[in-house]
């Protein structure tokens, strides 16, 4: 049997008459004298334009399913137009075909990360009638994944290991700027034709007036599968299973998993779906997460029963694996449609059960093997991804009451003086470094905080749990500001100080003090310093209006004071970081907040906020954008001050941002 290499001529666009959102398509129209299969030269005018399709997709996972729907569109029209050799294309062709072209798209978009072109051309020779399917991508230079080093992850497509094992012919051809793979698959076994797509039929027979793309018919069309629908379930069970990975890699939500897959299996393999998580609901017993059917007027009375009659599943297969098994079709056929088989899955990943997987379908008797083997594939992958799903829900709902426990339950109410803050730990972050707090200390007395701990994460949170209390219990047992400051600095130092000596210690009782690294330690072990702006309130007798603040400024941006008139001034002056050290005396300054006017406190966060080269405080940024916020109350400060934060970059912030805002009230 001859070979077919890809074409060199060049390709033309033509507007297409398909539907709205049919693919862009390419006409390739070969000339008289250009060579077929085996170098064969063809007839002049043979098939015209009709017998190649070219299309552009794009670099992006979305690139093999957009092929597969291609190429089988494109024989459809090919039976449809009656184009010579049409007739022997071939149930086996089509699959083959598809599944080849998602592969090598697939190969294409994962490892040359470029723009691919597909075409699929159909070549007659007498019987012997093939078609030859092209992948180009704009990489040239980027090696083909072959047999021997073909990716094998899920989802990442598998090189050339199926092109070699069922292509009739393959090779590879590189251009100055392209790349081609491509490949012959001849249909040598006319005995299923290859039909356009038909409607697909529920369990009433009423035909919903959608297409079969699908792997297996559902409903009464169909009592058992065929030999040709066999191979074909084995071949596209990899296209389907690929597809699946996809849709259910990075989700991060169980119910979600479960509604992707009740949609993924009807109704492709079965009419009805219901899914059971093993979360820990009501005494343990499983949840009913999903149910879904191919009939939706169907889904509530399906519902009913299964809530009623779940599976309880135990048992596993001899070689460890999940195995699945047939299961009593629910209640009464007449409530959700006509009995058939039904099969329940358990869904096991490692040592741990997550839920069952309980699928069904009509009209027959039970489940064909190859079904059943591709339903345990898919029920691994499920399991896998609800526990990661699972495993993100704990680590988020830790993270959420840790968060609770390090901020302040309530903010205090102080007599004639508004309040407002803004406190957003860094995207992604479970906890921030940045903390704040405002309470009443003592009869007339209210203190008020905000700090950063150096760093992030759970260490820095660590550090957050203990400034926080400490600074409460001090200020409560009567301490003046300074005198706070003080006793936390010397702790904060003896915990660095303690930090120090562990490394030491650790260093010497390994004896290798020349194989570590000067100034390098784990991020567990790093010394954690703290900036502070914390003060104290005593609002003015007599309800004249205002309060006299007391404040010291621990290495923390400076707090600025907005006059009632507009003008921004700072009103303290900055010192050393607290922990750094240990015998630091903090010296307090205090000033009167007439009323009308407005103290603004804010972390780093807001004054290092970046955009580009500059700075959010360049050139006195936060004061230019306090000034702005003359007339506003407390909360239109605070709201201003973080749209202004938020919009001086594209950019989401890269570190925690805070800010406590402190307005006098007029009488």
Not at 148 to 171: N, P, Y
Not at 217 to 246: I, K, M, T, W
Not at 541 to 562: F, K, M, N, Y
Request: aromatic fraction near 6%; hydrophobic fraction near 40%.
């Amino acid at each position: 049997m001859g070979t077919t290499t890809p074409s060199e001529t060049d390709v033309v666009r033509r507007r297409t008459a398909a539907r709205p959102d049919a693919l862009p398509v390419q006409e390739h129209t070969e000339s008289a004298d250009e060579t077929g299969a085996g170098g064969r030269q063809r007839a002049e005018g043979a098939y015209g334009g009709e017998a190649s399709r070219t299309v552009g997709l794009p670099g992006s996972p979305i690139a093999a399913r957009a092929a597969r729907q291609f190429v089988r569109t494109t024989m459809a029209d090919w039976i449809t137009r009656g184009l010579p050799g049409a007739q022997h294309l071939t149930e086996r062709t089509a699959d083959e075909a598809e599944l080849l072209a998602s592969e090598l798209v697939t190969n294409a978009v994962v490892h040359a990360g470029t723009a691919v072109e597909l075409l699929c051309r159909l070549d007659e020779d007498g019987p012997h009638t093939a078609v030859v399917v092209e992948v180009s991508d704009h990489h040239p230079a980027r090696p083909v994944r072959g047999r021997h080093d073909a990716v094998t992850a899920e989802g990442a497509g598998r090189g050339l290991q199926l092109v070699g094992a069922l292509a009739d012919a393959w090779g590879i051809t590189y251009r100055r700027m392209l790349k081609t793979v491509w490949f012959r698959v001849t249909a040598d076994s006319p005995e299923t034709v290859y039909e356009p797509p038909v409607e697909v039929f529920d369990a009433d027979g009423a035909a919903p007036g959608g297409q079969a793309t699908v792997l297996m018919s559902p409903g009464p069309q169909r009592a058992a599968l065929r030999r040709c629908e066999v191979e074909r379930l084995n071949h596209g069970a990899l296209s389907f299973l690929a597809e699946a990975s996809d849709l259910l890699s990075g989700q991060l939500d169980a119910d979600q998993v479960a509604a992707l897959v009740a949609q993924l299996i009807v109704p492709r393999m079965a009419d009805w779906c219901a899914v059971w998580l093993d979360d820990g609901g009501d005494f343990g017993v499983p949840r009913l997460a999903r149910v879904w059917h191919a009939t939706e007027s169907r889904i509530d009375g399906l519902r009913e029963l299964l809530v009623k009659d779940p599976p309880v599943l135990t048992g596993r297969g001899v070689d460890g694996q999940t195995g699945a098994g047939p299961w009593p079709w629910p209640g009464e056929p007449s409530g959700f449609g006509p009995g058939g088989a039904a099969l329940a899955c358990p869904l096991v990943s490692g040592v741990r059960r997550h839920g069952t997987l309980l699928i069904g379908r009509a009209g027959i008797v039970r489940f064909p093997d190859e079904v059943i083997s591709l339903i345990e594939d898919l029920s691994g992958r499920v399991a896998r991804s609800i526990a990661t799903a699972d495993a993100y829900t704990r680590q988020e709902r830790i993270s959420r009451v840790l968060q609770r426990r390090l901020l302040p339950g309530r903010r205090a109410d102080v007599p004639g003086v508004a309040s407002a803050v803004v406190y957003e730990p860094r995207e992604g972050a479970w906890a921030g470094g940045d903390f704040w707090d405002l309470f009443q200390s003592g009869p007339g007395r209210w203190c008020f905080m905000l700090g950063d701990v150096c760093g992030s994460g759970p260490e820095a949170a660590a550090v957050t749990g203990l400034a926080r209390p400490v600074l409460r219990l001090l200020a409560r047992e009567g301490y003046g500001v300074g005198e706070v400051l003080d006793r936390l600095n010397r702790t904060v130092a003896m915990e660095a100080a303690d930090s120090v000596a562990a490394v030491a210690a650790a260093v010497v009782e390994a004896g290798s003090e020349a194989d570590v690294q000067p100034g390098f330690r784990e991020e567990s072990e790093q010394a954690r310093f703290l900036s502070l702006l914390y003060g104290e309130i005593v609002p003015h007798e007599g309800g004249a209006g205002g309060a006299r603040c007391t404040i010291v400024s621990a290495g923390h941006p400076l707090p600025l004071l907005l006059g009632a008139d507009g003008t921004v001034r700072a009103v303290a002056a900055p010192q050393m970081l607290l922990g750094v050290l240990e015998d630091m005396a903090y010296e307090t300054e205090s000033f009167d907040l007439a009323a009308g006017e407005t103290l603004l406190c804010v972390t780093d966060g807001v004054t290092e906020r970046r955009s580009g080269g500059q700075l959010f405080d360049d050139e006195d940024g936060l004061a230019r954008a306090l000034a702005e916020c003359a007339g506003l109350g407390a909360d239109g400060v605070a709201e201003h001050l973080r749209s202004r934060v938020h919009a001086f970059a594209p950019t989401p912030p890269d570190d925690d941002l805070a800010l406590l805002v402190l307005q006098a009230l007029r009488p």
